[in-house]
């Protein structure tokens, strides 16, 4: 079973600029989690999609934005980029429901670098 | 709200040491409990879980055992290898079946293994 894909896995962006980031999840996966990781954060949760509705979210800024589509593939958008947002993002997949569903599994991430 | 203390690193231990990682959590339901680790350059894998009060979870030599009268989840090896070296992330889930609550993330404890 191929596990969890995030593209592209690093990007450059000037600020102001706006940027898309993709994940597969496992395939009967149904729900795809999306974290942000800095040095000084942490791990901060962004949102998670749930059969393409977002059921949880985090606290950030409307900047950030996401999507599921019926594949169970997501998007993430951030608008108008600022130096703050350069981070590791990662994505996760889960079942979303049954015994194990707050399982995840994680893609390896994509690094953005904001210029 | 529900919340993950863990230990901040950075730990460095000698190669054959024990390791041990506190966690403690907060909870207001019944959680399962999760070790994660990050090696270098990649995502978040699962390393064990616990589902209920007393579970023990093991996996590649690491155990960690529910304790909900003290509210913690502690990560413990006999024997670290310099392989081990990684970033290990504490979390909780929410198991109530007829909601969702999202994974919640310790801050993580960077361990460095020397030889």
């Known amino acids: 079973k191929a596990g969890v894909t995030q593209t592209p896995r690093y990007l450059i962006k000037t600020r102001g600029q706006q940027v898309t980031l993709s994940c597969s999840p496992i395939s009967g996966h149904r729900s795809v989690s999306w974290y942000q990781q800095t040095p000084g954060q942490g791990l901060q949760f962004l949102f998670e999609?749930?059969?393409?509705?977002?059921?949880n979210k985090g606290n950030f800024p409307g900047r950030f934005s996401g999507r599921q589509f019926s594949n169970s593939r997501s998007e993430m958008n951030v608008s108008t980029l600022e130096l703050g947002d350069s981070a590791l993002y990662l994505c996760?997949?889960?079942?979303?429901?049954?015994?194990?569903?707050?399982?995840?599994?994680f893609g390896a991430g994509t690094r953005l670098s904001v210029l | 709200g529900n919340s993950v203390t863990q230990m901040e690193g950075p730990v460095t231990l000698s190669e054959e040491a024990f390791l041990t990682i506190n966690c403690t959590y907060t909870a207001t339901g019944y959680p399962s409990l999760f070790w994660y680790v990050q090696y270098p350059g990649e995502g978040l894998q699962l390393l064990l879980k616990a589902t209920k009060a007393d579970d023990k979870g093991s996996n590649k030599g690491f155990e960690a055992t529910y304790r909900k009268e003290t509210t913690s989840f502690h990560l413990e090896k006999g024997s670290v290898q310099v392989s081990d070296s990684a970033v290990y992330f504490c979390a909780l889930s929410d198991r109530q079946q007829t909601s969702y609550d999202k994974v919640i993330f310790g801050p993580g404890t960077s361990l460095s293994v020397i030889p």
């Open positions: 999609y749930f059969s393409e509705t977002q059921r």
């Open positions: 996760a997949s889960s079942p979303g429901d049954g015994i194990a569903k707050n399982i995840q599994y």
